[in-house]
């Protein structure tokens, strides 16, 4: 499997992770929206925040497509989860929140998931009258 | 919980989870059908890889049913507690996309898969409560 491809997952567990702090953070600047208002929505993407964090998605769904196009939706689904990992690892280390040990097992179960998933094929293998499909990686 | 009884709370949870698995579907086949994307710009170009995907109509199915797991998100969010809605929705998605690759998908779900699916979706519930 190449750097591009591991770049590509990493894009996606930022883009997601990060997109959704940033919009939620601008949309507790904008406070809560009554149904009344609900035009109010309309005008939430031109908070910086709710901007930055459509941006991020945009990252998100554009390296999710690319990489749905060489691997299955059950290899890349595991590796996506990290960004539950990641956003406990920052909330600890950056926010100095307690966590306490289930979730730490949690951490160490997701970890251990995503590392054997990824260690194995990345796509299924159909087999034609020509062999495989050329670009199908069977073991990247 | 606020107001909201336990039949309309999980109602709710599962039509933003069948949405949400209904998206990640229908988007993995599209690209399934579009093909790997760095093959197709070696070939025809960025410009090609655009074109493919935006003539794929399974694209356009995915992305409806993203947009409306959106709002369906945004309308729990304002009636479900926070704590309620996220861990449910993200360990019940991530079983029905598991299921979902296997039956719609036909993908081959080896026994490695499996082991790692559980192992994440154990781990996602115990970092969610």
């Keep these: 499997m190449s750097f591009l491809r591991y770049f590509l997952l990493a894009l996606i567990v930022f883009g997601s992770t990060f997109g959704d702090v940033y919009l939620a953070k601008g949309m507790n600047q904008i406070g809560e929206i009554s149904p009344s208002r609900w035009h109010?929505?309309?005008?939430?993407?031109?908070?910086?925040?709710?901007?930055?964090?459509?941006?991020?998605?945009?990252?998100?769904?554009?390296?999710?497509?690319?990489?749905?196009?060489?691997a299955d939706l059950s290899y890349i689904m595991p590796?996506?989860?990290?960004?539950?990992?990641?956003?406990?690892?920052?909330?600890?280390?950056?926010?100095?929140?307690?966590?306490?040990?289930?979730?730490?097992?949690?951490?160490i179960?997701?970890?251990?998931?995503?590392?054997?998933?990824t260690g194995g094929p990345s796509l299924t293998v159909i087999p034609t009258p020509e062999g495989v499909s050329p670009h199908l990686e069977a073991h990247p | 919980?606020?107001?909201?009884?336990?039949?309309?709370?999980?109602?709710?949870i599962f039509l933003l989870v069948g949405l949400n698995s209904a998206g990640d579907m229908l988007t993995a086949r599209a690209m399934r059908r579009v093909g790997d994307f760095a093959e197709l710009r070696r070939k025809a170009g960025i410009l090609g890889v655009a074109r493919a995907v935006l003539t794929e109509p399974w694209f356009y199915l995915g992305l409806l049913a993203m947009g409306l797991s959106f709002f369906s998100l945004l309308?729990?969010?304002?009636?479900?507690?926070?704590?309620?809605?996220?861990?449910?929705?993200?360990?019940l998605t991530f079983l029905l996309n598991l299921l979902g690759?296997?039956?719609?998908?036909?993908?081959?779900?080896?026994?490695?898969?499996?082991?790692?699916?559980?192992?994440?979706l154990?781990?996602?519930?115990?970092?969610r409560t």
């Design chain 1, 40 to 70: 109010d929505l309309l005008f939430a993407p031109l908070n910086p925040y709710v901007a930055f964090g459509i941006v991020l998605l945009m990252i998100f769904y554009l390296s999710y497509l690319a990489s749905l196009s060489w």
């Design chain 1, 79 to 107: 590796a996506t989860t990290f960004g539950y990992v990641l956003t406990a690892l920052l909330a600890h280390f950056m926010l100095g929140e307690h966590v306490p040990l289930t979730r730490w097992i949690g951490i």
């Design chain 1, 109 to 117: 179960m997701i970890t251990a998931g995503v590392g054997f998933i």
């Design chain 2, 1 to 12: 919980m606020r107001h909201l009884g336990i039949v309309a709370t999980w109602l709710i």
């Design chain 2, 75 to 91: 309308a729990a969010l304002s009636l479900i507690d926070l704590s309620v809605v996220i861990p449910a929705s993200a360990s």
């Design chain 2, 101 to 120: 690759a296997k039956f719609f998908l036909k993908e081959h779900v080896s026994r490695r898969r499996w082991i790692s699916g559980m192992l994440v």
């Design chain 2, 122 to 127: 154990g781990g996602i519930v115990l970092l």
